[in-house]
């Protein structure tokens, strides 16, 4: 058995010297409230305020980085209680479940994984010794115990971790219910969703034709041709702004953002209808769509985000037993200076205009993405995303992109996560680690003190709410 000890000074400098200063600018933040602004937990885990059911639904079983990692050693999903699509026989013992979980604890050493588990475990739940095949039962019993008090349902650690504000990820063609519970409730300002048009905007997709259909139903207005559809979804943006959004998501496998005409647009949309469309068509219809987000947030003020460059449900055989999104995505490559150049060409400069992007390819940090939103205005770096939201990768972060595009070019750290308790340990470790790049520079006599302080703040809080405001 294992004590679980938190340092202090964990992800801390460890030189002596610049671990003090780093110590007084983390100070400055800890306590400041969590701006999340590109989330993914489920709107209804808020608008229900149900317990959580047990350590392993919590824990284990939505975690795609700690599945994955189980995986890679020769587990199953299927005994780590991820469904079938076809009903196929799952592990459904919570306990089971976490026993396995606690068994490989060791795999998850050196990671950010293990570093956030740890938070959660001891910061939220009170938890004082590791994981690990002796303690699973012990474990879960205790965690069992606190979720089901009061204090630990989801609006009450809400408040307990300082959400000031949390963005969920949406389809447009939902109709936002928990979204409209929440308002009712006085929480429409704390939980707003985010305008995630993917499916829409891929027209070879199996299902295009019929969400298409529904999305003429939903708002009244014939899809039939471009245009309509042009309009069907101005109005689907429309309700998500009256719904509160800050922004849109868009989650392509490349950047093309090159414009079609409106007549290729048009042909391109037509055979798309009947289920001709070629790919080559449908990936310059996906990039020219691109383009039409970035004109429609000019008219409406939603701030565009992009996070290209993700290969989804790598895992073919995975994605077939378990459904789209358990295939185990993959990064890829990305190019951003050529495929981004046609829409910060039209819209870069265009004081309406906000695009957040994210990359998991960090090698474009300093020689693409730096450059680019050290040019245009309109541009802003997403915080360090994905595999990289990771001690070692956010150092690597702030060194590459610092040079060229300054601390405000970028949107501070805002979370990416659908584990809704690891937030708190996602931010207090961006914190920490800004604390020491920025104790560095005042170390290195390149920065002071004061500057550092007021620096840390804005990266915590003041550039997440400046950066998402609605450019109205």
Request: glycine share 8%.
């Amino acid at each position: 058995m294992r004590p679980l000890l938190l340092d202090d000074d964990r992800a801390l400098p460890a030189d002596p010297a610049t671990r003090a200063v780093a110590r007084e600018v983390y100070g400055a933040t800890r306590d400041l409230p969590l701006v999340c602004m590109h989330g993914h937990v489920d709107a209804a885990v808020l608008a229900q305020d149900r317990p959580f059911s047990d350590p392993a639904s919590l824990f284990v079983v939505p975690d795609h980085y700690l599945l994955r990692m189980l995986v890679s050693q020769g587990a199953d999903l299927r005994d780590l209680g991820v469904a079938t699509t076809g009903g196929g026989t799952v592990e459904t013992d919570p306990r089971e479940i976490w026993r396995r979980f606690c068994a490989g604890w060791h795999l998850f050493r050196g990671t950010p994984t293990r570093y956030w588990l740890e938070h959660e475990l001891h910061e939220v739940f009170g938890v004082t010794t590791q994981p690990g095949e002796d303690t699973a039962d012990a474990l879960y019993d205790h965690l069992a115990d606190q979720l089901a008090k009061p204090d630990f349902r989801p609006r009450a650690l809400f408040e307990r971790f300082g959400i000031e504000v949390l963005a969920t990820t949406d389809s447009p063609l939902s109709t936002l219910p928990d979204h409209a519970t929440l308002r009712d409730q006085g929480w429409g300002e704390k939980v707003v969703p985010t305008f995630r048009p993917d499916a829409l905007l891929y027209v070879d997709r199996p299902a295009w034709v019929a969400d298409v259909d529904r999305l003429a139903e939903l708002t009244g207005i014939d899809t039939g041709t471009y245009d309509g559809f042009g309009e069907a979804l101005r109005a689907r943006r429309r309700v998500f702004v009256e719904a509160g959004a800050m922004a849109t998501d868009h989650g392509h496998l490349g950047t093309d953002t090159t414009p079609l005409s409106p007549a290729e647009a048009g042909r391109v949309y037509a055979a798309a209808r009947t289920g001709q469309v070629d790919p080559a068509d449908a990936a310059a219809f996906a990039g020219h769509m691109l383009h039409e987000m970035a004109r429609m947030s000019c008219e409406d003020g939603l701030v565009m985000q992009l996070h290209p460059g993700v290969l989804r449900d790598h895992d073919r055989a995975a994605r077939a037993l378990h459904g789209p999104d358990q295939g185990f995505d993959i990064p890829v490559a990305t190019e951003f200076t050529r495929g981004l150049r046609p829409l910060l060409e039209s819209f870069g400069r265009d004081p309406r205009f906000r695009i957040v992007v994210f990359t998991v390819d960090e090698t474009t940090y300093s020689r693409e993405l730096a450059p680019l939103a050290g040019v245009y205005p309109a541009m802003r770096l997403g915080a360090p995303w994905w595999f990289l939201d990771t001690p070692d990768g956010m150092r690597r972060f702030r060194e590459a992109i610092t040079d060229t595009a300054g601390f405000y070019n970028t949107t501070g750290f805002v979370d990416d996560t659908r584990a809704f308790v690891s937030i708190p340990a996602r931010h207090d470790l961006a914190r920490r680690v800004d604390a020491g790049h920025l104790a560095r520079l005042v170390a290195e006599h390149r920065l002071g003190l004061d500057e550092a302080l007021e620096t840390a703040v804005d990266l915590a809080y003041n550039l997440p709410r400046s950066s998402y405001a609605r450019r109205t």
